[in-house]
């Protein structure tokens, strides 16, 4: 299974910025799988960012993202985005992707979890740098 982040790099407070990750392998179901982005500032833990469910009738958030990020998901492109809007510096961070094994599993239309220890697959992160 591969999980691929993209879309990161330099930009100014108060400016937009939206990441993709696209998923896939021989026992991924990318449609199946419910979804999660985490971010990570060198030296520290990482940490949640949002979750949705795999036919994305719902979505959690940190609060610190709240109301500025939206995670969404086009199944049939394999590919979850974070549309991330006014960032400000302290958004700086390395972005991951992350997703629940669907081998063997079908999950609730309502599962989500924001526990990086639930999920089994992790993309390689996208750097995200925020200027003021």
């Known amino acids: 299974v591969q999980l691929q982040a993209y879309g990161g790099g330099l930009v100014q407070a108060g400016s937009s910025l939206t990441l993709s990750c696209t998923g896939s392998?021989?026992?991924?179901?990318?449609?199946?799988?419910?979804m999660g982005w985490f971010r990570q500032v060198l030296g520290k833990e990482r940490e949640f960012v949002a979750a949705i469910t795999w036919g994305s009738a719902f979505s959690v958030y940190s609060d610190s993202v709240k109301g500025r990020f939206t995670i969404s998901r086009d199944n049939a492109k394999s590919t979850m985005y974070l549309q991330m809007t006014n960032v400000q510096s302290e958004d700086t961070a390395v972005y991951y992707c992350?997703?629940?094994?669907?081998?063997?599993?079908?999950?609730?239309?309502?599962?989500?979890?924001?526990?990086?220890?639930?999920?089994?697959?992790w993309g390689q992160g996208t750097e995200v740098t925020v200027s003021s």
């Open positions: 992350a997703a629940k094994t669907t081998q063997g599993k079908l999950w609730s239309g309502r599962y989500y979890t924001n526990d990086s220890r639930e999920y089994d697959y």
């Open positions: 392998g021989r026992t991924f179901t990318f449609g199946g799988s419910p």
